[in-house]
């Protein structure tokens, strides 16, 4: 799997927009680009994933590169509990697709 | 849906004890992964089943380590000989592959602590 490149932390304040970077410059043309979290003594969970085009759901959206070479999730509106390590992976599609090789993350912290 | 349920939350165990884990998957779902997590890191693959067939292990799942997913369902995580270096939050997920890119569903881990 392509590595991704991510920032060790991050700040926010409540209730304000949050742009988390991921760089994956050596993603291939079959890799989607995942988004999990994991809230403090909580296995990750899933946030939204994508290929190419930009994606929203209830959790947060997705923004693409025209090169596929960077990726930022985008948290509308930062609460308290979007407090978390936030994992950008690539992963490849279909067949025997193996596991998530997670990295480091992004420590997002949100001040009231 | 219950979610993935793992247990025991917490173990405490001695140098070169056996322990064992037990992970329920959700149900239906016939991909299921164990991962390790040492504090400060990112989740480690150890290894993952489709149904009951072992498809992936990593080069971290040394011969003390073994996995079962016996008729497909619940799986059991077993090391033996303990060692203080396998102190870790032991994690499983399921997922449901549909012919595509797959979510996965963790639970919420087995600390374990080896003194």
């Known amino acids: 799997d392509a590595k991704t490149t991510q920032p060790n932390s991050m700040e926010s304040n409540e209730e304000e927009p949050v742009h988390l970077p991921c760089n994956h410059s050596t993603i291939s043309g079959t890799d989607y680009i995942h988004w999990y979290r994991q809230l403090p003594s909580q296995g990750p969970e899933y946030v939204i994933h994508?290929?190419?085009s930009n994606v929203n759901n209830r959790m947060a959206s997705l923004a693409i590169a025209e090169d596929r070479k960077s990726s930022t999730l985008i948290l509308h509106r930062a609460t308290l509990r979007d407090a978390a390590v936030y994992y950008c992976i690539l992963r490849g599609y279909g067949g025997s697709q193996g596991n998530l090789i997670f990295g480091k993350g992004t420590k997002l912290s949100v001040k009231p | 849906d219950t979610g993935v349920s793992q247990n025991p939350r917490h173990k405490i165990t001695k140098r070169g004890q056996n322990v064992t884990f037990r992970c329920d998957p959700i149900?239906?779902?016939?991909?299921l992964y164990w991962y390790r997590q040492t504090l400060g890191q990112g989740p480690e693959f150890l290894t993952y089943f489709q149904n009951e067939a072992q498809l992936e292990k990593s080069r971290l799942l040394s011969d003390r380590f073994s996995a079962e997913r016996p008729k497909g369902s619940f799986s059991t995580l077993e090391i033996q000989r303990t060692e203080q270096g396998d102190s870790a939050m032991y994690l499983c997920?399921?997922?449901?592959?549909?012919?595509?890119?797959?979510?996965?569903?963790f639970g919420s881990g087995t600390q374990l602590s080896v003194l």
């Open positions: 994508g290929l190419t």
């Open positions: 997920a399921s997922s449901l592959t549909v012919g595509g890119n797959e979510k996965l569903f």
């Open positions: 149900s239906e779902h016939n991909r």
